[in-house]
């Protein structure tokens, strides 16, 4: 708790010295925080990778696979990279934190071929998830994540496409703040649909003791904490980013960070315990 704590004075100190900057050192804090709580997602996703081969592997048990090839199941075959469901929630997770990216680098004053750059990486990765959902397997569990975003994966990349097209600095920042609805759409049906993932994760063929699932269980609910002060703060970096956006956006960002970066940092505490 004593470390817990010094985290929190010196974040306090760096949210008052920043209390006169432009903002770029506000967004700055902005992209550590979402970066540090992004690695409670990659473990949930490295759960659903494996419990998602685990349901694919038992579901064809005892299939002739000299007989039977699909290419749309390569994924599944081989112990490789990620199964198409993890791997299309994992893309998806990959293009918000380039986004986030990017809204740190209009603060930054990036040029346009750097935020273009960062803009196209986004669009590859919403192809590359959109692509995985269309070959996510009958698991023979209830798993409706896919359903809901595949729309909001083709609105994403429809507006990103469109911040391609404009070279403007203006352009990149007005498509940037076009897209973020669509992208917290993608992180509330992520959140409401961990109910379903943590099944997924429990009732994989093999028996999962019961400390395990406690351990997941709290492992999920760290990731909902977390999406949830994610939401309020890329919200608050949305507004920051407007062009000629009043001060006490700035500072809201820089408080909501930091409060993003502690609870990142207890619940990385708690896990490594």
């Not at 306090?12 to 992004?38: H, I, P, R």
């Not at 490789?80 to 740190?104: C, E, F, H, I, Q």
């Amino acid at each position: 708790m004593k470390r817990i704590a010094s985290h929190l004075f010196a974040a306090l100190l760096a949210l008052t010295t920043m209390a006169c900057s432009n903002g770029v050192q506000e967004f700055q804090v902005y992209s550590t925080a979402f970066d540090l709580q992004n690695e409670t997602a990659q473990k949930v996703l490295d759960k659903v990778a494996s419990a998602e081969r685990a349901h694919w592997e038992h579901l064809h048990d005892g299939k002739n696979p000299l007989k039977e090839f699909n290419p749309d199941d390569a994924a599944y075959y081989i112990n490789v990279g990620d199964p198409p469901l993890a791997g299309s929630m994992r893309k998806t997770l990959k293009a918000l934190t380039t986004y986030n990216r990017a809204l740190t680098g209009l603060a930054n004053g990036e040029s346009a071929d750097a935020l273009t750059a960062k803009i196209s990486t986004i669009v590859t990765d919403l192809s590359g998830a959109q692509e995985d959902l269309a070959h996510v397997a009958n698991l023979g569990v209830a798993v409706t994540i896919p359903t809901p975003v595949k729309g909001y994966l083709g609105t994403a990349k429809t507006i990103f496409g469109t911040a391609l097209r404009g070279a403007a600095r203006q352009s990149f920042r007005e498509n940037l703040i076009r897209a973020y609805p669509t992208l917290k759409q993608i992180l509330l049906t992520f959140r409401d649909g961990t109910p379903e993932l943590y099944y997924l994760v429990i009732s994989v063929p093999k028996r999962v003791p019961r400390e395990q699932m406690l351990k997941d269980r709290d492992l999920f609910a760290s990731w909902v904490l977390l999406i949830d002060s994610t939401i309020k703060t890329m919200e608050i970096a949305v507004k920051a980013a407007m062009q000629n956006g009043p001060r006490a956006d700035i500072d809201a960002l820089a408080e909501s960070s930091i409060e993003l970066r502690i609870l990142a940092e207890k619940i990385r505490v708690e896990q490594n315990r």
